[in-house]
């Protein structure tokens, strides 16, 4: 039906290879560059927020899809982590700054983004289980008031982690992992 294998010249391979979206999002063996990465990182990104909207709007049958989408994160994280010569359960790493950077942009976001929300949760001040027995009561509404916090803060925190795995530095060398993504320690950089 639709053949993901996009002929285009691989920047970090230095030839001329199909850009392989099956083996860039679905498989975690291997090496990329950093500018597949971003590039997958992107297409990844982008489905995994319109599949939050449609969670959030349309149905929440659409929730579902988030799981298989984790997956293609870790794959992605993975082969980038591999690039550098690390074992892609590195990952594990990037997710717990996910949860610890997601959290404090949340939360800084959240009085500008949705007031609303923030003032609903205010209300309950200390009283965590009032505050969780509302949330469970009104989950609906209170996705909905938080939609555009929660996006920005998705946003941002994959910007930031993303970034930062691109900028893992290139093992030059043939590793347990594969041979290399690029020729020259230039072909790294963003020029």
């Avoid at 990844?44 to 939050?52: D, H, L, N, Y």
């Avoid at 969670?55 to 993975?78: A, D, H, Q, R, W």
């Avoid at 027995?133 to 916090?149: G, K, S, V």
């Avoid at 996006?151 to 941002?156: D, E, G, M, V, Y």
Wanted: net charge negative; aromatic share 12%; glycine share 8%.
């Amino acid at each position: 039906m639709f053949d993901m294998a996009l002929p285009c010249e691989d920047p970090d391979r230095g030839d001329r290879n199909p850009m392989d979206m099956r083996y860039v999002l679905l498989s975690s063996k291997g090496r990329i560059g950093s500018r597949t990465f971003l590039r997958g990182l992107t297409v990844i990104t982008a489905a995994f927020m319109i599949v939050q909207v449609a969670n959030t709007f349309i149905s929440p049958m659409f929730g579902i899809l988030v799981y298989p989408m984790v997956y293609v994160y870790v794959c992605l994280f993975s082969k980038r982590l591999h690039d550098a010569g690390h074992s892609g359960w590195f990952y594990l790493l990037f997710l717990a700054g996910y949860g610890i950077v997601g959290s404090i942009v949340s939360a800084l976001l959240m009085p500008i983004l949705s007031p609303v929300a923030f003032e609903m949760y205010a209300q309950f001040g200390s009283d965590l289980s009032g505050a969780m027995d509302a949330l469970t009561e009104n989950i609906q509404e209170f996705e909905r008031l938080t939609a555009l916090t929660s996006l920005a803060s998705f946003l941002l925190t994959t910007a930031l982690l993303g970034f930062i795995a691109a900028r893992l530095p290139t093992d030059l060398e043939t590793n347990r992992y594969g041979p290399p993504t690029s020729g020259t320690p230039m072909s790294n950089t963003y020029s």
